[in-house]
């Protein structure tokens, strides 16, 4: 079983960056990949980004492509979300998720360990 554990979240003027943190204890071993998401209320979750742990392989959503970016450190159990040229519509809940078994990695369904989330509020 995966522990995830978010950090950095808050408010920010639009225009501003965030720089969010994940770190991953207990089974961290074999893990295919790691991901943001976010959920804004009364909308579904959402990836954001996804990093494939072997490979350092990563995708983004293409609303935040050019202005988000997602990495690992070199031990690959923590993951960072630098966020920037934040907009209010970056607004959510953003969750922390990761998956051992082989997928694409794609979707919500995808996961099967998440964190409990932090908040960002863009004004």
């Known amino acids: 079983h995966v522990q995830l554990v978010e950090s950095g979240g808050g408010s920010v003027q639009a225009g501003g960056s965030l720089r969010l943190s994940c770190a991953a204890s207990?089974?961290?071993?074999?893990?295919?990949?790691m991901a943001w998401f976010r959920q804004a209320p009364g909308k579904e979750r959402e990836a954001v980004a996804v990093?494939?742990?072997?490979?350092?392989?990563?995708t983004l959503a293409d609303s935040v492509s050019a202005r988000f970016d997602i990495s690992q450190d070199g031990a690959k159990n923590t993951i960072f979300l630098q966020m920037n040229s934040l907009r209010p519509e970056d607004s959510a809940r953003y969750y922390c998720?990761?998956?051992?078994?082989?997928?694409?990695?794609?979707?919500?369904?995808?996961?099967?360990?998440w964190g409990q989330g932090t908040q960002v509020t863009v004004s």
């Open positions: 207990g089974y961290t071993y074999n893990r295919n990949c």
């Open positions: 990093i494939f742990t072997v490979t350092g392989r990563t």
């Open positions: 998720a990761a998956e051992h078994e082989s997928g694409p990695c794609n979707l919500a369904a995808d996961f099967a360990s």
